[in-house]
């Protein structure tokens, strides 16, 4: 029988509708002004901040310091003024977003001059270089010393770099801290190879690293003593201590999993088989190797916990003393020791900063906020070394962190009723999966944009090994803390040790399936990084269905930038080595010239090179039909695309220091293209003709 309705009720139903449809967008637009509020101000600052010194860094040219801190200033006092006075109160969310915009450039631009130092020009012949030994790190053709320079033969001390890097391939018998002596053969610091690859010159400014080469024979040690300078002295002798702990967990945590062990305790990773980092990176378990949150949260959570029930036993004090502040404090010095300890690498200054703020709440009985810890420590990592803005580690560090940090305060809303329904145990592991997801998700475009290739078993090599890692790993870690006084330190290293080689199977099995991690065949233009960066940035910074809505405009922006940018088809190094991505086949290498430069970063693992024997041979990607003439004093390559055929010479890759070849998306034929040049510090605009080059053994 059908259902008697009062008369006009789908006028009401109607009304209805317009009522919930116009609560939800009230709702939407409350969320999206969220952004403005007083408790995001402080995370919308620190992302202005970083854009701040993307741009000075992308800026073409060095700007005018003295203009540009004028500008800072006055910026800054504009805010001021809008913050003080209530009629000004709508300028004061754009007055900020100028301030931190600003003071992100002119950092980048005070520090640039601040570490400026000496820089080799051009290359050397074998010459004697005397430092200290600073750094001792792993590399494909030997060991890589870092010297703090004390002279080198020839040079005047006004034109000596502070610090070098030379690759020492015999056997090496000093350790850090130690004067040696070395006869080296030093040039700069290699220029990047392709456009918008990691540019190792920029990073060497700022490292005060004025030059890199190789040891012919060996370094001996010499008589010389400590530098002067008691901070210079300092480092040396915390560079020694690093590598003696190095070497003692190394051995005691057992020869499997030892070098592991030494780079999570030390962060010096020289001791690990190239095998084994090639693993965690092709798995996406590298995050492992930088000493970050988990690290500092067992150190300095293991000194907080102890102080605090050691205090409270004690009745007269815990009566009249409130025990966690003394806990916090030597729970924070606990954790600048290990900072300084293991290398003080971006991740670790961040999550040093991030634990200082929540003991610093302990110690001003303040509520510690997630988010705004997340702010203050990318503020100030970003205004004591802007230039870390620039590097993957930053990038990625901070990406994960903000997108975990995000998701559990949505999550834990909703955590007392999931955990009624779903039982402890599975709700830990699904917190687990939803954990190692979003890390992953969030850290993938900067992994395409960086080195080219995403670990696509990421999930389920994160998924295996976290669980090891937390209630395996970190417990036996704090075991082995508890036990060194007592004598069983070796002990707890050795079960340690053991725990880790579980992680390194994992990471073994998950990178040996085929195509466990892979290289895209067109790269990330800069613009679509920028645009994932900033819809990771809306989500984190918004609430609600704001997060989803602004996150998903700028995505798809990001993935229309990346879907019109050019496709690389092939790329001719410095090196002399000839990298074509051939229909069907992937990314081969053709070497072609013994060259004196570099390959691509993102190549480094292709394998054997493909022979092209005289007098040429074809290679075909896409539309594009490549001739290859090697065996000649200057070989050449024709592309023919679009009817068009054009031919390169070697002479053009060493003067422009690498040639890129990209099929045009809107246009027919093959852009060439060459890492850009710009008039900075780090960066001149100078010809590379003059490489000594001979024709490649064919055979």
Same mark, same amino acid.
């Given at each position: 029988?059908?259902? +008697?309705?009062?008369?006009?009720?789908?006028?009401?139903?109607?009304?209805?509708?317009?009522?919930?449809?116009?609560?939800?967008?009230?709702? +939407?637009?409350?969320?999206?002004?969220?952004?403005?509020?007083? %408790?995001?101000?402080? +995370?919308?600052?620190?992302?202005?901040?970083?854009?701040?010194?993307?741009?000075?860094?992308?800026?073409?040219?060095?700007?005018?310091?003295?203009?540009? $801190?004028?500008?800072?200033?006055?910026?800054?006092?504009?805010?001021?003024?809008?913050?003080?006075?209530?009629?000004?109160?709508?300028?004061?969310?754009?007055?900020?977003?100028?301030?931190? /915009?600003?003071?992100?450039?002119?950092?980048?631009?005070?520090?640039?001059?601040?570490?400026?130092?000496?820089?080799?020009?051009?290359?050397?012949?074998?010459?004697?270089?005397?430092?200290?030994? &600073?750094?001792?790190?792993?590399?494909?053709?030997?060991?890589?010393?870092?010297?703090?320079?004390?002279?080198?033969?020839?040079?005047?001390?006004?034109?000596?770099?502070?610090?070098?890097?030379?690759?020492?391939?015999?056997?090496?018998?000093?350790?850090?801290? &130690?004067?040696?002596?070395?006869?080296?053969?030093?040039?700069?610091?290699?220029?990047?190879?392709?456009?918008?690859?990691?540019?190792?010159?920029?990073?060497?400014? !700022?490292?005060?690293?004025?030059?890199?080469?190789?040891?012919?024979?060996?370094?001996?040690?010499?008589?010389?003593?400590?530098?002067?300078?008691?901070?210079?002295?300092?480092?040396?002798?915390?560079?020694?201590? &690093?590598?003696?702990?190095?070497?003692?967990?190394?051995?005691?945590?057992?020869?499997?999993?030892?070098?592991?062990?030494?780079?999570?305790?030390?962060?010096?990773?020289?001791?690990?088989?190239?095998?084994?980092?090639?693993?965690?990176?092709?798995?996406?378990?590298?995050?492992?190797?930088?000493?970050?949150?988990?690290?500092? $949260?067992?150190?300095?959570?293991?000194?907080?916990?102890?102080?605090?029930?050691?205090?409270?036993?004690?009745?007269?004090?815990?009566?009249?003393?409130?025990?966690?502040?003394?806990?916090?404090?030597?729970?924070?010095?606990?954790?600048?020791?290990?900072?300084?300890?293991?290398?003080?690498?971006?991740?670790?200054? &961040?999550?040093?900063?991030?634990?200082?703020?929540?003991?610093?709440?302990?110690?001003?009985?303040?509520?510690?906020?997630?988010?705004?810890?997340?702010?203050?420590?990318?503020?100030?990592?970003?205004?004591?070394?802007?230039?870390? =803005?620039?590097?993957?580690?930053?990038?990625?560090? !901070?990406?994960?962190?903000?997108?975990?940090?995000?998701?559990?305060? /949505?999550?834990?809303?909703?955590? $007392?009723?999931?955990?009624?329904?779903?039982?402890?145990?599975?709700?830990?592991?699904?917190?687990?999966?939803?954990?190692?997801?979003?890390?992953?998700?969030?850290?993938?475009?900067?992994?395409?944009?960086?080195?080219?290739?995403?670990?696509?078993?990421?999930?389920?090599?994160?998924?295996?090994?976290?669980?090891?890692?937390?209630?395996?790993?970190?417990?036996?870690?704090?075991?082995?803390?508890?036990?060194?006084?007592?004598?069983?330190? %070796?002990?707890?290293?050795?079960?340690?040790?053991?725990?880790?080689?579980?992680?390194?199977?994992?990471?073994?099995?998950?990178?040996?399936?085929?195509?466990?991690?892979?290289?895209?065949?067109?790269?990330?233009?800069?613009?679509?990084?920028?645009?994932?960066?900033?819809? +990771?940035?809306?989500?984190?910074?918004?609430?609600?269905?704001?997060?989803?809505?602004?996150?998903?405009?700028?995505? =798809?922006?990001?993935?229309?930038?990346?879907?019109?940018?050019?496709?690389?088809?092939?790329?001719?190094?410095?090196?002399? %080595?000839?990298?074509?991505?051939?229909?069907?086949?992937?990314?081969?290498?053709?070497?072609?010239?013994?060259?004196?430069?570099?390959?691509?970063?993102?190549?480094?693992?292709?394998?054997?090179?493909?022979?092209?024997?005289?007098?040429?041979?074809?290679?075909?990607?896409?539309?594009?039909?490549?001739?290859?003439?090697?065996?000649?004093?200057?070989?050449?390559?024709?592309?023919?695309?679009?009817?068009?055929?054009?031919?390169?010479?070697?002479?053009?890759?060493?003067?422009?220091?690498?040639?890129?070849?990209?099929?045009?998306?809107?246009?027919?034929?093959?852009?060439?293209?060459?890492?850009?040049?710009?008039?900075?510090?780090?960066?001149?605009?100078?010809?590379?003709?003059?490489?000594?080059?001979?024709?490649?053994?064919?055979?």
């Amino acid at each position: 029988m059908q259902r +008697l309705r009062r008369p006009g009720w789908h006028k009401h139903k109607l009304a209805s509708e317009r009522k919930g449809a116009s609560l939800w967008i009230a709702a +939407l637009w409350r969320d999206i002004w969220a952004v403005t509020s007083a %408790d995001a101000r402080p +995370l919308v600052f620190a992302f202005c901040l970083c854009a701040g010194s993307i741009a000075y860094f992308a800026w073409p040219r060095e700007p005018d310091l003295a203009a540009f $801190s004028a500008a800072t200033g006055a910026i800054a006092a504009a805010w001021l003024v809008t913050r003080l006075y209530w009629r000004l109160q709508l300028l004061s969310f754009p007055a900020l977003i100028a301030f931190g /915009a600003i003071a992100g450039f002119s950092a980048g631009a005070v520090r640039t001059r601040l570490v400026a130092a000496p820089v080799i020009e051009a290359e050397t012949r074998p010459v004697m270089v005397e430092g200290w030994v &600073r750094e001792i790190e792993p590399g494909s053709h030997g060991d890589r010393v870092r010297l703090e320079v004390h002279a080198i033969a020839g040079r005047a001390h006004e034109e000596t770099p502070r610090f070098v890097r030379l690759t020492h391939r015999a056997r090496l018998e000093v350790a850090p801290g &130690r004067f040696v002596r070395c006869w080296a053969v030093l040039r700069p610091p290699p220029s990047p190879v392709m456009p918008g690859e990691y540019d190792f010159r920029r990073q060497a400014w !700022f490292e005060q690293l004025g030059a890199v080469g190789y040891v012919q024979g060996r370094c001996r040690g010499g008589s010389l003593g400590a530098p002067a300078g008691t901070f210079t002295a300092l480092g040396l002798k915390v560079a020694a201590i &690093r590598r003696r702990l190095a070497e003692h967990v190394h051995t005691a945590a057992g020869e499997r999993a030892g070098g592991f062990a030494a780079a999570l305790v030390s962060g010096d990773r020289s001791f690990m088989n190239e095998s084994d980092q090639d693993a965690l990176r092709q798995s996406g378990l590298s995050h492992l190797l930088a000493i970050s949150g988990l690290h500092m $949260s067992i150190v300095g959570g293991l000194v907080f916990l102890l102080v605090r029930r050691g205090l409270a036993l004690i009745e007269p004090l815990a009566l009249r003393v409130a025990v966690q502040k003394p806990a916090a404090l030597a729970a924070l010095l606990a954790s600048f020791a290990y900072l300084v300890i293991s290398g003080a690498s971006v991740s670790t200054q &961040r999550a040093f900063i991030m634990l200082a703020v929540v003991f610093g709440a302990v110690l001003a009985d303040r509520a510690a906020l997630s988010l705004r810890s997340y702010a203050i420590a990318m503020i100030l990592v970003v205004l004591l070394q802007p230039e870390s =803005v620039m590097t993957p580690g930053f990038q990625m560090s !901070f990406a994960a962190t903000g997108a975990l940090i995000a998701t559990y305060e /949505a999550w834990s809303r909703h955590r $007392s009723g999931q955990e009624r329904i779903m039982g402890p145990v599975r709700y830990a592991w699904a917190s687990l999966l939803l954990t190692s997801l979003v890390a992953s998700l969030a850290t993938a475009p900067f992994a395409f944009y960086h080195f080219g290739r995403i670990a696509t078993l990421g999930v389920v090599a994160n998924l295996l090994a976290m669980p090891v890692i937390t209630f395996v790993s970190a417990p036996l870690a704090a075991f082995t803390l508890l036990a060194i006084p007592f004598g069983f330190g %070796d002990l707890g290293l050795r079960l340690f040790g053991l725990s880790l080689e579980a992680v390194l199977a994992i990471a073994h099995i998950c990178a040996s399936f085929e195509g466990g991690a892979q290289v895209p065949g067109q790269a990330m233009p800069s613009l679509a990084l920028a645009l994932f960066a900033t819809a +990771l940035a809306a989500a984190i910074a918004a609430r609600g269905w704001a997060r989803l809505l602004l996150a998903t405009i700028f995505l =798809v922006g990001a993935g229309a930038a990346w879907s019109r940018s050019d496709v690389p088809i092939a790329i001719w190094a410095p090196s002399g %080595d000839l990298f074509v991505h051939e229909t069907g086949s992937g990314w081969n290498r053709y070497s072609l010239v013994d060259g004196d430069g570099l390959s691509p970063l993102r190549f480094s693992k292709i394998g054997d090179a493909t022979i092209c024997s005289p007098p040429s041979c074809e290679a075909s990607s896409a539309e594009t039909r490549l001739t290859i003439t090697p065996g000649t004093e200057n070989p050449n390559i024709s592309i023919s695309s679009g009817g068009e055929t054009q031919t390169v010479y070697w002479t053009d890759v060493v003067a422009s220091g690498g040639l890129t070849f990209a099929q045009r998306r809107n246009a027919p034929g093959v852009l060439l293209e060459h890492p850009a040049c710009s008039h900075r510090p780090w960066q001149a605009c100078t010809s590379r003709t003059g490489v000594p080059v001979r024709p490649a053994d064919p055979g």
